[in-house]
């Protein structure tokens, strides 16, 4: 039972370091471009701007995976942040479209920095998940 | 099993003033037989320990031989040796001696599970820890017990497979009075269904359960 | 279960700091050497596909965008240029020695503007002496170019009879081309009629790029390929003698550049994968080492109950083997995740050709990144489990009371 809780344990603190870092990335080296010489935005602007919500949502839901921990409640994080892993995956380019060149900001540094830690964001709550759902069982050898 | 030690020695190289061998075991015959408990006595350092190890197949001796049932001992190879060592075998070291990634157990369970064998090894090893009072720690690690309780988790392992010869080196030293008692009365009922049992120990009421009582001094063994 | 693989399954995790920091050894040992190797493959795969592109043996552009290297920040990093000389030059050039064909080409960047659809490189080429471009174009396009078609570059996200304008001309998308990792995947080709309609359309919107150079009249560059039996270096050179305003280099010169540019980077990989390798196996050895010397009465324990000399390696090895595998496809999976995402943002830093190599190579290049990386904390563990195993027991008994 001990170990159950610990490995819980470390897969909220790395789940809370990745949001927070998705965040961070998202106000800095993830950002798209900034506005063009006539002051217009480009599309990319938009999927910047519902990239950072989703990752601020992301974040908030890592906190909650503290906060709530019994019945029914404590599995709402995990399953709303597979949703939001999910969006965050194909809001740039499928939901809201990016630059036309690939070695744009946004296709060449934010759209793939969204993929990835959304990726790993994902394989995250799956595991929590599965955390949540497993009964605790030792390793057993063959006697 | 009879185990008998002919002109056994060991010898360790050390540099000294005089020589450059050190004997911690000097020359000794020595006969462990079925159904008998030896105790050999001494203090610390006299090669008691050494000649416990030459013994059980642990540590090869620099002269003489070491015969099992009329078979050279340490001419057998590693597979073979270890194997006996398993199978007839039963060996409390001195300290403690718990696997410390096993619970206690897994630890009792271990000399069966190293060979897979035993289906019915989880009951015996749990009747072993009832019998030495220490079943309610059986899920617990070694590293959680004190000294006496990883002892009797020892002599419980060294038991489980129920062994032909039992090799006991200071099985008393951590233990209180009565289960000081309780260790050597399971010694001695093991000799007495059968087992040849050499106790090496500077415990004074062990001689009471002893056949054959022997004493070591400067790697000498001398006695009965 | 075996005992002896339980028990290297339950020392792992019962030590989970230690087990932990073996394993983020292995993370880098894996992550170095298959990062490196997939970049310096995508490196030499954009380097043979740069030179397969090229195709020409001499390229003749006009003296002042040799000084700015200009035809070099196309075709590499896809940089829009326009340079030009006038047409009797290149003439000129068509009647120099050696010269067997002199295909010129045409380039035009397109505005940012809301005159063009998008930024690029376009490219003119005449149909009839291309050599370079067409051969490439004929594995996407079989039929001829007509006015107003044009053939995009991969990187460019844009799908087939998409109409996209350029200084007020319609272009409808014909095909897209496949990738080179050059600077030419975000070019645009057409004919050079189709590139004259947007000159004229570039010059009634006021777009001074030609200067005192009438664009009806006028190149960006020629691609030379030489007679048999002549040297591309002399050919370059009766250029350089015979015709005024142009600089004349052999291809292989371009080319060179770029490889000393993937050797200096291949160098600066191979540097540090070394250093990180050695610092890992160094402090593996050290780690093991103690390990075994920490751990060796729990050994000698074994051995009383009956583990063999090999039963107490196999353990000590297969401990090794887990944390390493573990460490070494994390690894990998960490270095996928930084590497193919953002190949093009690597790309750009580079500023050399990137061409990722196929899933085959890079299937290749993870199995055996997890090969050596296991191998190596196999064979640095190996070295500790002889020793141990080679103990009498009964002396590691004796040891440590």
């Not at chain 2, 009832?130 to 590293?143: N, Q, V, Y």
């Amino acid at each position: 039972m001990k170990r159950k809780t610990q490995g819980i344990t470390i897969i909220r603190i790395i789940t809370l370091a990745v949001s927070a870092f998705f965040l961070a990335g998202m106000l800095s080296f993830l950002k798209p471009c900034g506005p063009k010489e006539d002051g217009t935005w480009m599309h990319c602007h938009e999927a910047g701007r519902g990239l950072l919500i989703l990752a601020a949502v992301l974040t908030l839901l890592a906190l909650l995976r503290f906060v709530l921990k019994k019945g029914l409640p404590r599995l709402a994080p995990d399953i709303l942040s597979v949703a939001v892993c999910i969006a965050a995956m194909l809001l740039p380019g499928t939901f809201v479209s990016l630059c036309m060149m690939p070695d744009m900001r946004c296709r060449a540094v934010m759209q793939p920095g969204a993929l990835v830690f959304s990726a790993v964001l994902l394989v995250l709550a799956g595991l929590d998940l599965a955390f949540l759902l497993r009964p605790s069982q030792r390793d057993t050898v063959k006697e | 099993m009879e185990l008998r030690a002919e002109g056994a020695a060991r010898f360790f190289l050390r540099k000294m003033k005089s020589s450059n061998i050190i004997y911690a075991v000097q020359k000794t015959d020595l006969t462990l037989e079925p159904g008998q408990l030896a105790v050999i006595s001494g203090r610390s350092g006299s090669g008691k320990s050494t000649l416990l190890n030459m013994m059980c197949g642990l540590l090869k001796p620099s002269e003489g031989t070491v015969w099992a049932d009329g078979l050279d001992l340490y001419s057998l190879g590693d597979g073979a040796l270890s194997r006996l060592r398993n199978e007839k075998f039963g060996i409390i070291p001195q300290g403690g001696s718990g696997l410390g990634s096993l619970t206690i157990l897994e630890n009792v369970m271990a000399p069966a599970l190293m060979y897979g064998k035993g289906k019915e090894i989880r009951k015996r090893a749990g009747n072993l820890l009832e019998r030495f009072g220490i079943a309610h720690l059986s899920e617990a690690f070694p590293k959680e017990l004190s000294g006496g309780e990883l002892r009797r988790m020892a002599i419980a392992r060294a038991l489980i497979l129920q062994p032909e010869v039992l090799f006991a080196d200071e099985p008393t030293g951590d233990l209180d009075d009565e289960n000081t008692a309780l260790v050597l009365s399971v010694l001695r009922d093991a000799a007495d269904k059968g087992a040849a049992v050499m106790l090496v120990t500077h415990e004074g009421s062990a001689a009471a359960y002893g056949d054959v009582l022997y004493a070591m001094h400067d790697g000498v063994l001398s006695g009965n | 279960m075996k005992f002896r693989h339980f028990l290297s399954v339950r020392n792992l995790l019962r030590r989970p700091v230690r087990t932990a920091a073996l394993v983020l050894l292995s993370v880098f040992m894996s992550f170095s050497v298959f990062a490196g190797s997939v970049i310096t493959a995508s490196l030499r795969n954009g380097l043979e596909s740069y030179s397969a592109r090229l195709g020409a043996d001499v390229v003749v552009v006009p003296y002042a965008a040799t000084t700015k290297g200009t035809l070099e920040s196309v075709l590499l990093q896809g940089i829009p240029g326009n340079f030009y000389m006038e047409a009797p030059l290149y003439e000129k050039i068509r009647r120099i020695e050696g010269v067997e064909v002199a295909a010129p080409q045409f380039y035009l960047a397109s505005a940012t503007a809301s005159c063009c659809s998008v930024a690029v490189q376009l490219i003119g080429f005449d149909p009839d002496l291309d050599f370079s471009i067409q051969p490439w174009i004929r594995r996407s396009y079989e039929k001829e170019l007509a006015e107003g078609d044009i053939i995009i570059g991969n990187r460019i996200s844009m799908p087939t009879d998409r109409i996209l304008s350029f200084y007020g001309v319609d272009c409808r998308v014909v095909a897209q081309l496949d990738e080179t990792g050059t600077g030419l995947d975000t070019a645009i080709y057409a004919n050079m009629d189709t590139i004259a309609a947007m000159i004229r359309g570039a010059q009634e919107r006021n777009f001074h790029y030609f200067d005192d150079i009438d664009p009806a009249n006028a190149v960006s560059c020629v691609m030379i390929k030489v007679k048999d039996g002549y040297d591309p270096e002399l050919v370059a050179g009766n250029i350089n003698i015979h015709v005024r305003k142009v600089s004349a280099s052999k291809a292989g010169s371009m080319i060179s550049g770029i490889a000393g540019g993937l050797k200096n980077v291949s160098a600066v990989i191979g540097l540090l994968t070394a250093v990180i390798w050695i610092l890992a196996v160094v402090i593996l050895a050290v780690a093991f080492a103690m390990i075994s010397h920490e751990r060796r009465r729990e050994f000698a324990i074994l051995r009383t109950i009956g583990a063999t000399a090999g039963m107490v390696s196999g353990v000590i090895l297969g401990e090794a083997a887990i944390q390493s595998l573990i460490g070494a496809v994390c690894g990998i999976a960490l270095a996928c995740l930084a590497i193919f995402p953002f190949h093009t943002a690597i790309s750009s830093a580079l500023g050399l050709p990137y061409l990722m190599p196929r899933i085959s190579a890079v299937l290749l290049y993870a199995g055996l990144a997890i090969l050596f990386t296991v191998a190596a904390a196999a064979g640095i563990s190996a070295f500790s489990a002889h020793r141990v195993s080679r103990q009498d027991a009964g002396i590691l008994l004796r040891e440590d009371n």
